[in-house]
C-alpha cells in the first residue's frame, strides 16, 4: 500500500514559519490529490490545503495567504510553507493523497501526522 511519510513539524514563535514535507513511499497508478490536514486539540480533524496533479489549488480561509502548498510529481512529494504563524495554527499536521492504486480502484491515504506546536 502507499505510505505517506510527513517531516518538518516542530516548535516555532509566532510569526515564525516553518515548512513540511510528505512523500510517497511507493509510486501509484495515479495520485490525484495530495494535501494536508489538521487536528488541533479537542477538534475535528480540518483541511488545510490541497493541490491536485494539475497544480490547482484549495486552501482553508483561515491559512489564505500565509499557507502555500506545491508538489513534486516526480518524486511523489507534497510540501507545506506556512508563514506568519499563529497560536491557533498549533495542531497535528496529516498528509494526504487521492490515490489510484489500481484501475478504476480509488483510495484516501494518510500520514500518521507531524506536530506543529505555536508558541511564545
Known amino acids: 500500500q502507499v505510505q505517506l511519510v510527513e517531516s518538518g513539524g516542530g516548535l516555532v514563535q509566532p510569526g515564525g514559519s516553518l515548512t513540511l514535507s510528505c512523500a510517497a513511499s511507493e509510486s501509484a497508478f495515479r495520485i490525484y490529490t495530495m494535501g494536508w490536514y489538521r487536528q488541533a486539540p479537542g477538534k475535528q480533524r480540518a483541511l488545510v490545503a490541497t493541490i491536485n496533479s494539475g497544480g490547482n489549488e484549495n486552501y482553508a480561509n483561515s491559512v489564505k495567504g500565509r499557507f502555500t502548498i506545491s508538489r513534486d510529481n516526480a518524486k511523489d512529494t507534497v510540501y507545506l510553507q506556512m508563514n506568519s504563524l499563529k497560536p491557533e495554527d498549533t495542531a497535528v499536521y496529516y498528509c494526504?493523497?487521492?490515490?489510484?492504486?489500481?484501475?478504476?480502484?480509488?483510495?484516501?491515504?494518510w500520514g500518521r501526522g507531524t506536530q506543529v506546536t505555536v508558541s511564545s
Open positions: 494526504y493523497a487521492h490515490v489510484e492504486t489500481y484501475r478504476s480502484i480509488w483510495s484516501d491515504y
